[in-house]
C-alpha cells in the first residue's frame, strides 16, 4: 500500500462513510448537502486510485463525477426546494470543505504526474469541483 492509497482510504472512512450516513438519515436539506459532500468526496478518491493504482481510466470517471454530482445537486434542490425552504440545510462546512479539498487533493496529485495532458487534466477537474461546490452551495443556501 502507497500514500496514495492510504490518502483514499482515509478519505472514505473518515468522510464518504459519514456523508452517505447523512444522505441516508435527517432533515431533506441535510441530505441534499450530505449527498453533495459525498460526490465530491468521491471524485477525490478516484484521483487518489487512480494515482495509487497507476490507472488513468479512474482520473475519467472522476472527470464525470465531478461534472454530474453538481448537476444533480442542483436538480434536487430543484425539485425538493420547498422542503429545504422549510429546514434549511447547515452547509456552513461545504464551501471550506470544497475550497480546500480539492486543491489540496489536485495539486499534489499534479506534482506527482508532472507536465502534460494529465496534469491539464487534473486541474479541469480540481476546478469543476471547486466551481459546482461553489454553485451548489449558493444554491443550497438560497433554497
Known amino acids: 500500500m502507497n500514500g496514495w492509497l492510504a ?5 472514505v472512512v473518515g468522510g464518504l462513510g459519514p456523508s452517505l450516513w447523512g444522505a ?6 441535510r441530505r441534499v448537502v450530505a449527498q453533495n ?5 468521491l471524485c477525490l478518491v478516484l484521483l487518489l ?3 495509487g493504482y497507476g490507472r488513468p481510466s479512474y482520473t475519467d470517471l472522476a472527470l464525470v463525477v465531478c461534472v454530474l ?7 434536487y ?3 425538493l426546494g420547498e422542503e429545504i425552504e422549510k429546514h434549511p440545510p ?5 464551501t471550506p470543505a470544497v475550497t480546500i479539498g480539492a486543491p489540496a487533493t489536485v495539486v499534489p496529485l499534479c506534482v506527482a504526474t508532472g507536465p502534460g495532458r494529465a496534469m491539464a487534466k487534473l486541474l479541469v477537474i480540481g476546478a469543476l469541483l471547486v466551481a459546482g461546490g461553489l454553485v451548489t452551495t ?3 443556501r438560497r433554497g
Not at 490518502?7 to 478519505?11: I, P, S
Not at 441516508?24 to 436539506?29: P, V
Not at 454530482?69 to 436538480?75: H, I, S
Open 69 to 75: 454530482g453538481p448537476a444533480g445537486t442542483l436538480v
Open 90 to 94: 447547515g452547509a456552513r462546512l461545504l
Open 49 to 51: 486510485l487512480a494515482q
Open 77 to 79: 434542490i430543484r425539485l
Open 37 to 41: 459532500m459525498a460526490t465530491l468526496l
Open 7 to 11: 490518502a483514499a482510504c482515509a478519505l
Open 24 to 29: 441516508a438519515r435527517g432533515t431533506t436539506g
Open 138 to 140: 449558493r444554491a443550497l
